[in-house]
């Protein structure tokens, strides 16, 4: 559990959290259907003409570049009969037409080539660290002619139609040259960046220099020498182009509209050693590549930004600037891809580099940029903003001076007219959706792909979308794709759907369609998990903002490379949850009634992807485990999301009955004497530390601007009852008779707890009643213990399935108590005592699916009877420990605010009265 949790750490749990939201849909549809289909049934007669006439293959891919040659070899090697159909002269596709100056791969060479051949991987080698187009081209040639992949692949021949036959179940696709062929399956491999983007700007049809695109880049030399060159776009194909080119133009004057971060990516010779050692190690290099966030061997810090100093930081980012990688600035902290802060530490870093390289304040100035770090993919360079140093190079700023038109003779802007000989057009690609629309792919009902996605993109899984039987999408939009290693993301795609076909085959499965409601709920889940992060707070090609028209939303997914693995992974294992598949046969198969399925549809998505995904771990309940293994695999903290930085944090220890305990202050910037909450973490007195609530101990702290002081009692069954009550009073005594040393306001204590820690925190403020103790001012009761039974209904609704169990609840208390009576003892089963008067105001939390929800709320039912002030929420769709998890479910942030603002305004009433 452990280890898989850490796994998930990196770009935080939370983002991962909502991809199990589609789970929701495969309860509240029929989403594994066996139908079946009586086409093959009926005579030739009725076979459609372009049947009868055309060419035939099991499937069809379009496309020659990495994904359709993996593709045509995996197909034929699973013994399908395919045919690739390209549209250029040759194969490569990306790689093919992007070969303007300075091309290169952003992923390091050694890892961005195909990793299913040993043979392959062993005979190729590669000479820099980021290798140049023609180098990756020859790449793909060697390994079109080693697999012998050539004859099954039609070049110059562009697809100009697909359409959907429901009649025969068949896929038409039609070339240019107006012949039909049929396929059972289709499969665009068409790229994501292949669809060129040439804004409509006024005059471009006059320009009489030469004018490129550098994602159509001609064969030929372009011959820059002493030519005015200007170049519009300043994004990766810009950044790489711009120092080439300088080198060579007479004046190259670049048109730039929005600055852009670029780190320098240090490229060399590669060694033999390098080279040696990685393909010895590949095997294991391959495993970290799969399970990773980006697809490469690396991940990102567990450490926030904000734990550092502004020193520390600059040590570290300036190590990962020298380290030359990809993600290497990114994976400094955990948090850049999240907080605003973080991101503007190391956004910080890049600019002040800028403005240590380039020689001119103005020019310096304007290539600063301003949007959040990481949210366009980053840039390497070489040499880049040096270039803006060199006499023949000039900048112009379109944000202050927009083209207003391409003249003749060059451009113009709204301050000024530019004389070129060569308009470099570095503006990019309509991305991801952009190569698949311009198909004309029509599905089922006569509905184009197009007037599908008209207003949105849906797809399930970014492999399939809905009305459109047996075609497969490769690194499609809505996943990882190009927020990836493409390689990577390219061979996990084949390979999820060489085995969907082979199960189809095995099951005599004719068709396979994804359901409208997975991909809603898939849909969902990727805009949510964008939304997480700060990636959908710009305006990029990402978002389909560079296109005018496009719908503006996030186009890939972004949990992941690893978890998306595992989410398809998942789904071809319970048979193609999300799809219908439609059978030549009678079989019918049904669904199985396992946990996930039975699971209420009133549970709340994010709540069940925590599940779910805890589940995915497979590890054995923890009730079958002893103590010290359950204590070591419980760790819950990435559900908590990135701690938040609080005033000052000291760990100490106090004298306590059975030796010393270890408290953890969280004190808020600023002067005291400060309200403080003595807080319990629960984990049913056998599990759970300091650890397990840290972030939500900050976040009270700074919602409530008051100390929280975290308290390690001692666990069982080391230590049985009452040795976690003894502790957990002696500190709530030791806060208030020390409350000048740490400045604290005596008069303003409350208690507080989750779970066990609810428990304690009431049985403590019934202990200070008794004893007369410390005045509690507050008892928050996080969905608390109360009783020693296990005969409530909430307790019979939510016995399994909901993160604690009956069998855990039963463990916890075996593990707590000395005996059986123990249990009818007020202090530890606080629903039994016979007096609850006098205690101070409680707010109780109780969560919907949790079997202590009906104890919480009957205990807060006698506290009130009793006459005690009683708020009492209960949050219906939530989970027990909901309140550690604010990372990864939404409500536990909100839970926790709600805390906070009970406390404040406590804490504020008892200051003024
Ligand atoms: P990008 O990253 O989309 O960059 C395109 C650049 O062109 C970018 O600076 C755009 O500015 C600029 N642009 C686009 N349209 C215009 C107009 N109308 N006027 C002025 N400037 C414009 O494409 P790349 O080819 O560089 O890189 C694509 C991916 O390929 C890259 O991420 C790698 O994965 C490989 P904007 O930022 O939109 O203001």
Request: aromatic share 10%.
């Amino acid at each position: 559990m452990l280890q898989l949790l850490k796994s998930l750490t990196l770009f935080a749990i939370g983002l991962q959290l909502a991809l199990y939201d589609l789970l929701q849909v495969y309860e509240s549809s029929i989403y594994r259907k066996v139908i079946t289909f009586s086409y093959i049934t009926r005579g030739q007669s009725t076979m459609p003409f372009a049947e009868q006439h055309s060419k035939k293959y099991d499937a069809i891919v379009i496309g020659a570049g990495f994904s359709g040659l993996y593709m045509l070899y995996r197909l034929r090697e699973a013994g399908f009969s395919v045919q690739v159909y390209e549209a250029a002269p040759d194969i490569g596709g990306t790689w093919y037409f992007n070969r303007y100056p300075g091309a290169r791969c952003d992923i390091e060479s050694i890892y961005y080539n195909y990793t299913f051949s040993e043979e392959l991987l062993n005979e190729w080698e590669w000479s820099s660290k980021y290798a140049e187009q023609h180098e990756i081209l020859n790449y793909i040639n060697f390994v079109a002619d080693k697999l012998d992949l050539r004859k099954d692949i039609q070049l110059q021949t562009r697809v100009t139609s697909a359409e959907y036959n429901e009649e025969n179940q068949k896929w038409e696709i039609e070339l240019e040259n107006g012949s039909i062929v049929i396929a059972t399956y289709f499969i665009p491999a068409v790229g994501v960046l292949s669809a060129s983007n040439i804004p409509n700007i006024k005059g471009i049809d006059q320009f009489k220099g030469a004018l490129y695109h550098t994602g159509e880049w001609p064969h030929e030399k372009v011959d820059f020498k002493g030519k005015r060159v200007g170049v519009i776009g300043t994004g990766s194909s810009g950044i790489q182009a711009i120092p080439v080119i300088a080198q060579e133009a007479g004046h190259l004057t670049v048109f730039q509209r929005t600055p852009q971060y670029s780190s320098p990516a240090h490229n060399h010779p590669l060694d033999s050693e390098t080279i040696h050692k990685t393909k010895e190690n590949f095997n294991e290099i391959r495993e970290t590549m799969y399970t990773s966030m980006h697809g490469v061997p690396s991940s990102a810090s567990t450490r926030a930004a904000v734990q550092d100093t502004p020193e520390e930081r600059e040590r570290i980012y300036e190590k990962a600037w020298q380290e030359g990688g990809l993600f290497s600035l990114l994976y400094t902290y955990s948090d850049i891809a999240f907080s605003p802060e973080a991101n503007e530490t190391v956004a910080q870093f890049i600019r002040s580099k800028i403005n240590k390289t380039v020689h001119d304040p103005e020019t310096a100035k304007k290539l600063m940029p301003n949007f959040y770090y990481g949210t366009k993919r980053p840039i390497l360079n070489t040499d880049y903003f040096e270039t803006y140093n060199r006499e023949n190079v000039s900048l112009i700023d379109l944000r202050t001076a927009p083209i207003e038109e391409i003249t003749p003779s060059g451009l113009r802007t709204s301050d000024l007219a530019y004389d070129l000989d060569i308009l470099v057009f570095a503006t990019g690609f309509d991305a991801l959706t952009g190569p698949l629309l311009k198909l004309n792919i029509q599905g089922k009902n006569g509905v184009t792909l197009n007037e599908k996605w008209a207003d949105g993109t849906q797809t399930y899984l970014g492999i399939a979308t809905s009305g459109f039987p047996n075609m497969f999408m490769i690194t499609g939009p809505q996943s990882p794709s190009v927020l990836s290693n493409m390689i990577v993301s390219i061979e996990q795609h084949v390979d999820w759907i060489i085995d969907c076909l082979a199960y189809l085959k095995e099951h005599e499965v004719e068709a396979i369609e994804a359901n409208a409601e997975a991909e809603q709920m898939w849909a969902k889940q990727c805009k949510a998990i964008a939304d997480m992060t700060l990636l959908s707070k710009t305006d990029s090609w990402y978002m389909g903002a560079n296109i005018e028209g496009k719908p503006r939303e996030f186009l890939a997914f972004a949990g992941g490379v690893g978890p998306y693995r595992q989410i398809c992974d998942q789904v071809a294992s319970k048979g193609y949850e999300g799809f219908t598949l439609l059978s030549a046969s009678q079989q019918t198969e049904d669904r199985k009634g396992d946990k996930t399925m039975s699971r209420n549809a009133n549970l709340d998505p994010q709540a069940r992807f925590v599940l779910e995904q805890l589940e995915a771990l497979g590890g054995p309940p923890m009730e079958t485990l002893p103590p010290e293994e359950a204590r070591a695999g419980a760790n819950f903290s990435p559900l908590a999301g990135p701690p938040e930085k609080v005033g000052h944090v000291t760990n100490k220890t106090i004298t306590g009955p059975g030796g010393e305990i270890p408290v953890r202050i969280y004190s808020p910037e600023g002067e005291g004497p400060f309200p403080a909450l003595v807080y319990y973490h629960g984990g049913g007195w056998v599990i759970g530390d300091l650890e397990t609530v840290d972030v939500p101990c900050r976040r009270i702290a700074n919602q409530t601007n008051c100390i929280v002081v975290s308290v390690d009692y001692r666990l069982a069954p080391e230590h049985k009852f009452p040795a976690a009550i003894e502790d957990a009073y002696a500190a709530a005594k030791w806060v208030a008779n020390d409350a000048d040393s740490i400045q604290v306001d005596p008069n303003r204590i409350a208690v507080g707890g989750d779970s066990a820690g609810g428990n304690l925190a009431t049985v403590v403020a019934m202990m200070a009643r008794d004893k007369s103790g410390p005045a509690i001012v507050r008892q928050i009761l996080l969905y608390p213990v109360t009783n020693h039974t296990f005969d409530t209904n909430s307790y019979e609704e939510n016995d399994d399935g909901y993160f604690l169990t009956t069998a855990m609840m039963k463990w916890f208390w075996n593990h707590y108590l000395r005996d059986e009576k123990d249990g009818e003892n007020p202090y530890a089963s606080p629903l039994l005592a016979d007096d609850l008067s006098g205690l101070p105001p409680a707010f109780v939390i109780t969560a919907g699916f949790d079997p202590l929800r009906d104890e919480g709320e009957a205990y807060a039912e006698r506290l009130k009877a009793a006459g005690v002030p009683v708020e009492k929420t209960r949050y219906d769709s939530m989970i027990h420990g909901f309140c550690w998890m604010p990372g990864a479910i939404e409500q536990g942030k909100n839970a926790l605010d709600h805390v906070a603002s009970t406390l404040k305004r406590t804490f504020d009433f008892v200051e003024t009265t």
